[in-house]
């Protein structure tokens, strides 16, 4: 493995990773995924399997379209995923809803939809107020006290787990290396191009390297004249025991698996890189807090009286990877133009566009104009105003 001139190194064998280095082994790259070892922290063991558009991009309209984008690649990446890896994934776009307990909630709810679709520069797409009744119909179970929803037909799920295992078949079957125990301590730019990378215990040497290493970016990416301010922030996520289906639609904060169990999830909080110290390293799923377990259980079963007579049979919390405005980070250095770097938090919803839309520019050596409103430098201009 050492020695050998890779044409893509990528470092980190997260979701956002092993995407990339799939849609670079698909087009015939020799690459390698230089991965952690498995007490690393690791959001793509832990999050909500949601494919979701709605809401997203307040702020930034662009945002809106690239996930738009990937939901709507996201069939086809699933039936080519499917036939590398004999997996199947269990993606579905049935459409989502955002159900509201409250008018109050509701309205915020249209409000902020409505503020998303007026932004300039902004495509905008449908999406329907649901009243009760209508949501009776189409979901025969909810409860009483739901006032109303949001639906979007853009919005969809996966099975998540089967995905990532899918997405490290595929890559493996269509020539990928993966080198797990490697975790990346120095990145070098050699003169005349190239990186040589301290990875575990030897050297690896590629002409292309792909920063996916999720919170690990923040500190590879001055390496490679990049920068990444990533912080983690908190999810949890309860699981009952398998019911039968009763939920065809996904919903932003509860969804029934293809295998039956229910998912409530997922909260968001902000916890200080601190608590996160070496010690912790890897016990980012033993984290639960029963305070905010609570809610999510209570809420849920407000929203479907039958979840609340379900058995809960796991809870976990994992850390998302957020970048100070909450948007992705695509970037290419302009000292070392072989040097790539991909971060985000929905990493399920953008699986698609990193294999099939982001893997090929980096292939061809540069990423397209459209990404720009990605790149880290959107800092530098908030930062200046
Ligand atoms: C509770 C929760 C719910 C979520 N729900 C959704 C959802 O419904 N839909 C959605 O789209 N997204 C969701 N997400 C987000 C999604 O899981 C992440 O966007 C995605 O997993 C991020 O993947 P990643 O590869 O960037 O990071 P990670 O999964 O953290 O992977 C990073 C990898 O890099 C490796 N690494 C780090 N440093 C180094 C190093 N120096 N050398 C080598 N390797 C290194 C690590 O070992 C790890 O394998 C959720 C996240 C959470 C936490």
Same mark, same amino acid.
């Given at each position: 493995m050492s020695g050998k001139n890779w044409e893509a190194a990528v470092i980190g064998g997260g979701l956002v990773g092993i995407s990339i280095g799939y849609g670079l082994a698909r087009l015939g790259r020799r690459v390698i995924v230089l991965d952690e070892g498995d007490r690393a922290f690791r959001a793509s063991r832990g999050n909500f399997a949601l494919v979701w558009v709605q /809401?997203? =991009?307040? /702020?930034?309209p662009r945002y809106a379209g690239w996930t738009r984008h990937s939901a709507g690649i996201w069939a086809r990446f699933a039936r080519e995923i499917g036939e590398d890896? @004999? #997996? !199947?994934? !269990?993606h579905r776009q049935p459409g989502g809803f955002a159900l509201c307990l409250s008018e109050a909630e509701l309205e915020r709810r249209v409000a902020m939809m409505e503020g998303l679709m007026s932004q300039p520069g902004m495509e905008p797409y449908e999406y329907e107020r649901v009243g009760p009744n209508e949501l009776r119909r189409r979901m025969p179970e909810i409860g009483p006290e739901v006032v109303g929803a949001i639906y979007c037909a853009l919005d969809g799920d996966v099975n998540s787990l089967r995905l990532f295992r899918a997405l490290h078949t595929g890559f493996i079957k269509r020539g990928g290396t993966y080198a797990p125990g490697r975790a990346v301590a120095g990145i070098a730019p050699v003169a005349g191009g190239g990186f040589e990378i301290a990875a575990g215990d030897g050297t690896v040497a590629a002409e292309r390297v792909v920063? !996916?290493? %999720? #919170?690990g970016n923040a500190r590879l990416a001055p390496m490679v004249g990049l920068r990444a301010e990533v912080r983690p922030q908190r999810g949890q996520v309860i699981v009952t025991e398998k019911a039968a289906p009763f939920l065809s639609y996904p919903l932003h904060t509860i969804r029934q698996t293809d295998e039956g169990g229910v998912m409530i999830g997922d909260s968001v909080e902000e916890i200080g890189a601190? $608590? #996160?110290g070496a010690e912790d !390293? %890897? @016990? $980012?799923? %033993?984290r639960v807090g029963l305070g905010i377990l609570a809610v999510e259980a209570e809420r849920a079963g407000r929203m479907f009286p039958r979840i609340g007579r379900l058995n809960v049979v796991r809870t976990w919390s994992a850390l998302r990877v957020m970048t100070r405005d909450g948007f992705p980070i695509y970037d290419q250095s302009? $000292?070392?133009? =072989?040097a790539f770097l991909c971060t985000c938090h929905s990493g399920v919803t953008l699986a698609a566009a990193h294999a099939l839309t982001v893997a090929p520019m980096i292939a061809a050596g540069a990423l397209e104009a459209g990404l720009s409103p990605f790149s880290a430098r959107r800092f530098d201009v908030s930062a200046a105003a």
């Open positions: /809401g997203k =991009g307040v /702020g930034m890896s @004999a #997996i !199947a994934v !269990a920063l !996916a290493a %999720g #919170i601190e $608590e #996160i !390293a %890897g @016990a $980012e799923d %033993g302009a $000292e070392h133009r =072989g």
